[in-house]
């Protein structure tokens, strides 16, 4: 009954998909740091929730292990084209103001004891604080990313009824927020 209640509340707040996948199908690998130093979002070292601020990815990753269960859940948007990155960073945005929705409507449900992941950098702020050297402006709100905490958002996917790919000027973005049942301890 816990399953069909948080899927229906990451859809009614917002998720075009969503579906609860155990531990075993979150397919995880620290390359995914990597590809963070290499900085191609611009957000390395420039927002609280990106690395290296986050942690180092041992850690990060052994967290997401101690969830048995995620709720996996996607957004998806249309944009002009390939090339339209504004589309795709405010898809992007639009993606952080979800999560912050069901954030909210599954801690009811679940409590505080959850791990919530979102698409790459925060999204919270416009402009995270980091880049003029100030605190985080919202430390109870900021999520972190799938992909800072080693999780590999496509082959995670492959096996569910989520889709990576979601037709011609869509982009898709996913998070998930990782619990454990009422009856788990």
């Known amino acids: 009954m816990q399953n069909e209640e948080l899927i229906r509340l990451a859809l009614e707040n917002g998720?075009?998909?969503?579906?609860?996948?155990?531990?075993?199908?979150?397919?995880m690998s620290p390359v995914f740091r990597d590809i963070c130093a290499s900085n191609g979002c611009g957000n390395y070292g420039k927002c609280w929730m990106c690395p290296?601020?986050?942690?180092?990815?041992?850690?990060?990753?052994?967290?997401?292990?101690?969830?048995?269960?995620g709720l996996w859940?996607?957004?998806?948007?249309?944009?002009?084209?390939?090339?339209d990155i504004e589309g795709m960073t405010e898809s992007g945005f639009a993606h952080a103001a979800v999560s912050q929705k069901i954030q909210k409507a599954v801690l009811p449900v679940l409590g505080d004891g959850i791990l919530h992941l979102t698409c790459g950098g925060c999204r919270l702020c416009r402009v995270c604080a980091k880049r003029d050297n100030q605190p985080c402006r919202h430390p109870e709100a900021a999520l972190t990313s799938l992909e800072c905490c080693?999780?590999?958002v496509y082959h995670t996917t492959k096996d569910t009824d989520l889709k990576y790919i979601n037709g011609t000027n869509t982009v898709t973005y996913f998070g998930m927020v990782l619990f454990r049942c009422e009856n788990d301890g």
């Open 15 to 27: 998720a075009a998909k969503a579906q609860i996948i155990p531990q075993s199908q979150i397919v």
């Open 73 to 83: 859940y996607q957004t998806i948007a249309e944009i002009e084209d390939s090339f």
């Open 150 to 152: 080693g999780i590999d």
């Open 52 to 69: 290296p601020d986050v942690g180092e990815i041992e850690p990060m990753m052994d967290a997401v292990r101690k969830y048995p269960y």
